[in-house]
């Protein structure tokens, strides 16, 4: 069955980065798209960006664009976002999610839980 | 970007009632939406594509309409099983959005 194991929580210092992993079993890990949705409260969801593992292809939100980095790992079959320069703002719950059709996300992590404080 | 409006914010129900929920897109997305659940602490839940269309493993209670920029998503028979936030997301041009959730909850 397809799963996607996400890294534990971070508690962070501002300035600093983070990178996230998201390993994937289950399925071919480098056909289908691995997108990247940040979740805080009262923010609802939004789209990072998106990785094709298959390739190393990547596909940004503009919002997103010097925030966050997307990498794979074929080898492992593991995707990673590194988040730079952090701030308060950034702390929230990170998914990464399988992209079926790069339209909608059929498959999700777990979850992790990024504290950005000093 | 293209906005995706969720209304309401909260809805309420009693087992067993029917409920439906409204996501309203800022411009026409043809049926390029889709529609998550999200119980407390849990990750998204993919129930419905590309408006209407049914995805395994999820009860047949549940099912999509609409097409352009008003899409509605309808439980037949709310269980306590069904209480969490739902949230639609379009697909039809970059960046992908979501809307703001509505929160469904018992009487």
């Known amino acids: 069955q397809v799963q996607l194991q996400q890294s534990g929580a971070e508690l962070v210092r501002p300035g600093t980065s983070v990178k996230i992993s998201c390993k994937a079993s289950?399925?071919?890990?480098?056909?289908?798209?691995l997108g990247w949705v940040k979740q805080r409260p009262g923010h609802g969801l939004e789209w990072i960006g998106d990785?094709?593992?298959?390739?190393?292809?990547?596909n940004y939100n503009e919002k997103f664009k010097g925030k966050a980095t997307l990498t794979a790992d074929t080898s492992s079959s593991t995707a990673y976002m590194q988040l730079s320069s952090l701030t308060s703002e950034d702390s929230a719950v990170y998914f990464c999610?399988?992209?079926?059709?790069?339209?909608?996300?059929?498959?999700w992590g777990q979850g992790t839980t990024l504290t950005v404080s000093s | 970007d293209i906005l995706l409006t969720q209304s309401p914010a909260i809805l309420s129900v009693s087992p067993g009632e029917r409920v439906s929920f409204s996501c309203r897109a800022s411009?026409?997305?043809?049926?390029?939406i889709h529609w998550y659940q999200q119980r407390t602490n849990g990750s998204p839940r993919l129930l419905i594509k590309?408006?209407?269309e049914s995805i395994s493993g999820i009860p047949s209670r549940f099912s999509g309409s609409g097409s352009g920029t008003d899409f509605t998503l309808s439980i037949n028979s709310v269980e306590s099983e069904d209480i969490a936030d739902y949230y639609c997301q379009q697909s039809n041009s970059w960046p992908i959005t979501f809307g703001a959730g509505t929160k469904l909850e018992l009487k």
């Open positions: 990785i094709y593992p298959g390739g190393g292809y990547t």
């Open positions: 411009q026409s997305i043809g049926t390029s």
């Open positions: 289950g399925y071919t890990f480098t056909n289908y798209w």
């Open positions: 999610a399988r992209s079926a059709a790069r339209a909608y996300f059929d498959y």
């Open positions: 590309y408006a209407s």
